[in-house]
């Protein structure tokens, strides 16, 4: 059965403190690891899709690394509007019509 | 690109009364459409995969009466809350995807639902 842990479940950082959330997972042959952002009483905003072992993506602070068993979710200088929760979700290659399991997410807060 | 929209994005009801949220694609055709409901502080919980006129299928333990969902083009799907009861009140959140192997689901704001 396919599964996604993420660590921390909460991190408080001050601005400008870098650190990584982790996305472990299991999955019969991945297809794709995707990362999203989440604000309160909002939908998810897709960040990154990641779809191979040693694959990398940035956007502006957050860098996505891809191994074998786990994700990790490098913020580099946070600002307190990267505050969210952030959650990752992974397709195996046995799931049907694209569907994706969730982690139960790490909700970061930024301190000014 | 890659724009879903919900509708309402809050609604309050009576206990007993149906309920319809729409999701639409803006800017793609999708072909794969996924509703999700949310509690407080929980992660999504996947309810139903639809797909392009056909039947949705339901995850376990979702009543297919209950929810019912149409997906009858490529832009646009509706789930149906009927007989809403206090205990259907949750977050509910669409995505969309081309649905092909791998794509990406990009997610509506999501819809507010209370139930008096």
């Known amino acids: 059965e396919d599964q996604v842990t993420q660590s921390p479940e909460a991190l408080r950082l001050q601005e400008g403190e870098s650190s990584s959330l982790n996305c472990s997972y299991t999955v019969s042959g991945l297809r794709g690891l995707f990362w999203y952002r989440q604000d309160p009483g909002k939908g998810p905003e897709f960040l990154f899709t990641l779809y191979s072992a040693g694959e990398e993506k940035e956007k502006e602070r957050l860098k996505a690394t891809l191994t074998k068993k786990e994700s990790f979710l490098h913020i580099t200088a946070p600002k307190p509007e990267d505050s969210a929760t952030y959650l990752c979700?992974?397709?195996?290659?046995?799931?049907?019509?694209?569907?994706?399991?969730f982690g139960s997410g790490t909700r970061l807060s930024i301190r000014p | 690109g890659a724009v879903v929209s919900q509708h309402p994005s809050r609604v309050i009801c009576k206990s007993g009364t149906s309920v319809k949220i729409e999701c639409r694609s803006l800017?793609?055709?999708?072909?794969?459409m996924f509703w999700y409901r949310q509690f407080p502080k929980q992660s999504l919980m996947l309810m139903a995969t639809s797909n392009e006129g056909s039947k949705a299928t339901y995850e376990q333990g979702v009543e297919k009466d209950k929810f019912l969902i149409n997906h009858a083009s490529l832009t646009l799907s509706t789930l149906t809350v009927t007989s809403a009861h206090p205990e259907d009140s949750s977050f509910y959140i669409c995505?969309?995807?081309?649905?092909?192997?791998?794509?990406?689901?990009?997610f509506g704001p999501g819809t507010r639902l209370t139930v008096l």
């Open positions: 800017d793609f055709q999708a072909t794969t």
């Open positions: 995505s969309a995807s081309r649905g092909r192997p791998q794509d990406t689901q990009y």
């Open positions: 979700a992974v397709q195996g290659k046995d799931s049907s019509a694209s569907k994706i399991i």
